[in-house]
């Protein structure tokens, strides 16, 4: 039964049982529903002192203005707005759909009932603000356009596979006082897959007493309550997780030491130290001590940091040569580009720590809620954050898009076959790049902190590291020197990553930096293998990149310190390059490591010319001898057995 203090009955028509609401306007009245079932539809707008749904059903699609309550004791559902001046108390169900509940009284609204309320979207933009009487949650955006958020429950910042909430740029007037009631902010990922380190930063602070174990929350101890499932262990610092032996998981770099330093050495050390809003640290990301379950979450527990925040950075020359790991401090995402705008001493790229065990680069994007990632500043310096650098675009934790996708780019990845780890080098091309290193253009290398993960980066013609190297295109030849650093023994492959979108030049080449002898054909065969016995070893090699005419053939120049023959992987097996000085006879052979022969060739009347060897289907590391009029050469090569 509809109920109301005056008779409206000619504006509502009653089509089995259900009251159809048409751009009514009961400004001043109370909508009270008994029992009836009614819609706002779209684009209506409805006006009321007040809505008292005891036990009926509201299907909102349009737009409610209340200037006093809201009271619900039935069902609430639908994807409109509710703007409401007065408190909000929900004793039945409300479904809040893609809708955006509005709290604009002008003096102290109350959210409260049997119910904790689920909202969508949710505004504060009334003078007095909310307070919690009850928990509450948002799965979407939380603006707080003035007014504040107190109160003794809790508010809950839903992240699941549907998607992350975020508290969106609050009001010219609101600062962080505002908000005295407590958070709970969610974090979900989905693509993380391995038990590796990972930067995390917090977006709490100021947790007005409340405590876990004795020890104030917004600390270490606020990633480590039991409300997480599973959970995630961080080892050697207390609290409820356990230990791998002495073994500290959680770790703080200090740029003027260059060094991780086990947090159990600050003070209040362990799980009691209290995570500085701006700050990254370093820790074990698994959901037990070798294993990672996915998807996962993890939840902070706090005030959520607002307004201006800031963190020094430092620059020591010879120590962290201005790598730093900082982090975002908001519940919500940040914009890479503006928040580089506004801080000139930042390289243009930025750092995140991935579950292969090595630093990526990018320069572009957000920095999700919780994430913590590194940077390099030119010197000792305050770093800056701002409600204007927050987005409302979200991101994993885990990058899915990185420069190598860029057009006109080679990327690199260095693995083994000890370990799940990996490390990328970036080279793009462009009529505008340096061969020197530019904060404007490249990326310093960042070593990992693990021994036992593979590095790999180029180096610029001043003698700089780097992991992202713009390089003009500007010349029909271009070498750039790249260097690997095997940290185990075992076969390790350098794989060539999206060549297809290189335009500037048509054949990749690598090279030995020591012999000049050319190893691979990276257009032909993206996978160059080579063994390390006696880790760790560090190996030099040039990537050629050469522009080639009609005609020409990507293979080597001829090289006639090396009798004018060059051997290399394929995907077949191998291919013989021969460029000799004159036209002869050429005998080549094939033999596993064993020293039997596998296979015998015999080419005449040769000078110029490649010639491709097919080698076992077993998977093993084969010789493949040439002969010719010049002397004998010989070259191991690491073949698999196509898939």
């Known amino acids: 039964m509809l109920k109301r203090s005056q008779n409206i009955t000619t504006n509502i028509s009653i089509l089995s049982g259900l009251a159809l609401l048409c751009a009514i306007s009961v400004n001043g009245q109370t909508i009270s529903n008994t029992g009836a079932s009614f819609s706002i539809n779209s684009n209506t707008v409805v006006s009321s002192a007040s809505v008292n749904n005891s036990s009926g059903t509201i299907s909102n699609n349009g737009t409610l203005n209340l200037s006093a309550d809201y009271s619900n004791g039935g069902s609430v559902n639908g994807n409109g707005a509710y703007n409401v001046g007065g408190n909000w108390t929900n004793n039945g169900t409300f479904t809040a759909g893609t809708s955006t509940v509005t709290f604009n009284g002008s003096s102290q609204q109350t959210l409260s009932g049997t119910s904790a309320t689920q909202f969508n979207n949710i505004t504060i933009n009334g003078a007095g603000g909310i307070k919690l009487s009850q928990n509450a949650s948002f799965t979407s955006i939380l603006d707080l356009a003035q007014g504040t958020i107190s ?79 599973p959970v995630f262990y961080m080892s050697g610092i207390g609290g409820p997780d356990g230990n791998a032996s002495s073994y500290v998981s959680v770790k703080k770099y200090v740029e003027s030491t260059n060094a991780y330093n086990n947090i159990t050495t600050y003070v209040s050390p362990g799980i009691k130290y209290n995570a500085k809003p701006g700050e990254g640290l370093y820790l074990w990301l698994g959901t037990g001590l070798s294993t990672m379950v996915s998807p996962f979450s993890y939840n902070t527990h706090g005030v ?156 610029s013609d001043d003698s700089k590291n780097l992991m992202l190297n713009m390089m003009p295109d500007n010349d029909e030849t271009i070498e750039v020197p790249l260097t690997v650093l095997a940290g185990v023994n075992g076969i390790h492959t350098l794989t060539a990553k999206n060549l297809g979108n290189v335009t500037s030049y048509n054949c990749i080449m690598l090279i030995d930096a020591n012999t000049g002898a050319v190893l691979n054909n990276f257009l032909d065969n993206p996978e160059y293998k080579f063994a390390v016995n006696n880790a760790p070893e560090t190996r030099k090699y040039i990537v050629r990149f050469n ?73 093993a590391i084969y010789i493949v001898r040439v002969q010719t009029s010049g002397g004998i050469f010989t070259q191991k090569i690491y073949h698999k057995r196509a898939n």
């Not at 989905?190 to 007005?208: D, E, H, M």
């Not at 430092?314 to 801080?343: E, H, L, M, R, V």
């Open 304 to 459: 959520p940091n607002i307004g201006a925040e800031s963190i020094a950075v430092t620059y020591t020359s010879g120590k962290g040569a201005g790598f730093n790991t900082i982090g975002n401090p908001y519940p919500c995402p940040i914009d890479w580009a503006s928040f580089q705008a506004s801080n000139p001493s930042l390289q243009t790229s930025y750092y995140l720590f991935e579950q292969d065990g090595s630093w990526h680069t990018f320069s572009s994007g957000s920095i999700p809620i919780g994430q913590g990632f590194g940077v390099i500043t030119s010197g000792n310096t305050t770093i800056n954050f701002s409600e204007s650098h927050k987005t409302l675009v979200d991101a994993s934790m885990l990058r899915q898009a990185d420069p190598s996708d860029e057009p006109n780019t080679a990327t690199f990845i260095l693995s083994d076959d000890a370990n799940d780890y990996s490390c990328p080098t970036i080279i793009t091309f462009g009529s505008a790049y340096n061969k020197n290193y530019f904060s404007t253009e490249d990326a310093y290398y960042i070593p990992t902190y693990l021994e036992e993960a593979p590095q790999v980066y180029t180096t």
């Open 151 to 229: 109160g003794a429950d809790t508010m809950t910042l839903i992240s699941n596979a549907s998607g992350t909430g975020m508290m969106t740029t609050v009001g010219a007037g609101v600062s962080q006082s505002s908000i005295t009631a407590m958070f709970t902010i969610q974090r979900y990922e989905s693509q993380r897959t391995k038990a590796n380190y990972i930067v995390l930063s917090t977006p709490v602070g100021n947790t007005k007493g409340e405590t876990y174990s004795g020890n104030a929350l917004g600390t270490i101890g606020d990633w480590n309550v039991q409300n997480r499932a």
């Open 547 to 619: 522009k080639l005419s009609g005609g020409q053939l990507c293979s080597p120049a001829g090289s006639i310190a090396n009798g004018g023959v060059e051997i290399y992987p394929s995907a077949a097996g191998a291919y013989v390059s021969l460029n000799l000085q004159q036209s002869g006879d050429v005998l080549i052979s094939t033999y596993d490591m064993l020293g039997r022969q596998v296979s015998s060739t015999t080419t005449y009347s040769v000078q110029n010319q490649v010639v491709s060897v097919a080698l076992p289907e077993t998977e």
